[in-house]
């Protein structure tokens, strides 16, 4: 088992960035595919971008604006989300899965919100 914390979450402008982070604990986390899923206000969680050694995937919605990373040394994940826009508004989750990038996730994080502002 696994247990994910994210942060860095917040207001931001359009056009701004946010980096955040998930700290995993737990089993060995390189061993996981690692992903970043978002969820707004009366929409479907959207998985945004995941990784692992065979690479990464991105939503066409954060290709060229995000970039997925981990440190396996230091149990973390990160999303650097660039160029943001209001529709990035969202409760962003970390979520890890044993078996693809694609899912399904089996391990969860509470969530952190980010609020771009026009």
């Known amino acids: 088992q696994v247990q994910l914390v994210e942060s860095g979450g917040g207001l931001v402008q359009a056009g701004g960035s946010l980096r955040l982070s998930c700290a995993a604990s737990?089993?060995?986390?390189?061993?996981?595919?690692m992903g970043w899923s978002r969820q707004a206000p009366g929409k479907e969680r959207e998985l945004v971008a995941a990784i692992h050694c065979s690479g990464a995937y991105y939503a066409d919605s954060a290709k060229g604006r995000f970039t997925i990373s981990r440190d396996d040394a230091k149990n973390t994940l990160y999303l650097q989300m660039n160029s943001l826009k209001p529709e990035d508004t969202a409760v962003y989750y970390c979520a890890a899965s044993a078996q693809n990038i694609m899912g399904p996730y089996n391990y969860w994080g509470q969530g952190t919100q980010v609020t771009v502002s026009s």
């Open positions: 737990g089993r060995t986390f390189s061993g996981y595919r």
